[in-house]
């Protein structure tokens, strides 16, 4: 059964770069897309961007310049950057396994807790 | 890119059946059949309930279907149990491979 666990800094300064990390367990990264979804505090969820096993990406419109998802088949390991934070980017981070195109979110991690303070 | 229209809460008591929508556009909702239902518990991984508009994965009860008519999708869940009390977001495919959520539904059972 695969699982997934997300890992990184609580506590991000502003204007520096948010990155985080994505161990899958149990199963590949081949053969798969890997989704990051946030959600901010008292809001709704946000996909943010995937990055497929052979390392093609897309992003959300509004995040394109700041973001970049890469993917680890050795290591079994999808990363998230974001860059130039702000208090706006505070969110629960989730990486999630897509399966396919069409953007189904199958498998989730439990989330990890940025917060964007000084 | 917009999020999707969804209602803030619904509620309802045992045994009876809730509707919720989605509301998109054309460049979302209404222009592909890739509509999913996530069910997302407070503090836990959202889990996804419904895929292909219609389509149940393995392990989701029958109670929860889903249908789509022009830019709204609509997820409705029969026989309210007091487990189905939680958030609800339904997404979509966007067109050039993005996709975008809806604004949440918190469904209370009364």
């Known amino acids: 059964q695969v699982q997934l666990q997300e890992s990184g800094p609580g506590l991000v300064q502003p204007s520096e770069t948010l990155s985080l990390a994505c161990n899958v367990s149990g199963g590949s990264i081949s053969n798969y897309y890997w989704s990051w979804v946030r959600q901010p505090p008292g809001k709704g969820l946000e996909w943010i961007g995937y990055v497929y096993y052979t390392g093609s990406t897309s992003y959300n419109p509004s995040l394109r310049t700041r973001v970049t998802i890469s993917a680890d088949t050795s290591k079994s390991q999808v990363s998230l950057k974001l860059s130039s934070v702000t208090a706006a980017d505070t969110a629960v981070y989730y990486c999630?396994?897509?399966?396919?195109?069409?953007?189904?979110?199958?498998?989730w991690g439990k989330g990890t807790t940025v917060t964007v303070s000084s | 890119q917009s999020a999707l229209t969804q209602p803030r809460s619904v509620s309802g008591s045992p045994g009876q059946s809730v509707t919720l929508s989605c509301t998109g556009s054309?460049?979302?909702?209404?222009?592909?059949?890739?509509v999913s239902w996530y069910q997302h518990h407070p503090g836990k991984a959202p889990k996804l309930m419904i895929y292909?508009?219609?389509k149940r994965p393995s392990g989701v009860p029958d109670r929860f279907s889903g249908s789509k008519s022009d830019n709204t999708a609509s997820l409705r869940i029969s026989g309210l149990q007091a487990e189905d009390e939680a958030d609800y977001y339904c997404?979509?495919?966007?067109?050039?491979?993005?996709?975008?959520f809806g604004t949440g539904t918190t469904v209370t059972v009364l």
């Open positions: 999630a396994r897509q399966l396919g195109f069409k953007g189904y979110m199958d498998v």
């Open positions: 292909d508009v219609n």
């Open positions: 997404s979509s495919y966007a067109g050039s491979y993005t996709y975008v």
């Open positions: 054309s460049y979302d909702v209404g222009g592909y059949k890739y």
